[in-house]
């Protein structure tokens, strides 16, 4: 069995915001690029902003095929990947002008740590954003 995308195919992706995440509660996966949004996603199940790649804080440490980003995060029990500030995590986020794409919470469910980083332009090309 192949594991499903996180891009939908048959539904457009919402864009959003902090200002405009309230208002599409309906959308199981959304897309932001809100430094808010972001933060309190991985707040919420503990994630930490770390990387593969070769920064400016550091040597390369794993080898990760995304698109040049090299932005991850560590989760409790899996650290796989070199710690980096925040600061650091957004100027490269918002130098590669990514798209962070995630499941959203549902109440009653376990928290899903379903994301995948992507370039803006290649959300474009994949998916339906509105």
Same mark, same amino acid.
């Given at each position: 069995?192949? /594991? ?18 309230? %208002? ?15 933060? %309190? ?65 549902? /109440? ?10 992507? /370039? ?11």
């Amino acid at each position: 069995m192949q /594991p499903r995308s996180l891009l939908p195919e048959d539904q457009p992706i919402v864009f959003i915001d902090a200002a405009s995440e309230d %208002r599409h509660a309906h959308a199981g996966v959304v897309a932001t690029s809100d430094h808010e949004l972001i933060r %309190r996603w991985a707040g919420r199940r503990h994630a930490e902003p770390a990387t593969g790649e070769a920064t400016e804080s550091g040597p390369a440490t794993v080898s990760v095929n995304d698109h040049g980003a090299g932005v991850r995060f560590n989760f409790p029990g899996v650290s796989r990947f070199r710690p980096i500030e925040w600061d650091e995590w957004f100027r490269n986020f918002d130098a590669h002008a990514l798209a962070f794409v995630y499941e959203r919470d549902e /109440p009653g469910r376990t928290l899903s740590n379903r994301y995948r980083l992507v /370039p803006m332009a290649m959300l474009r090309e994949v998916a339906r954003v509105v």
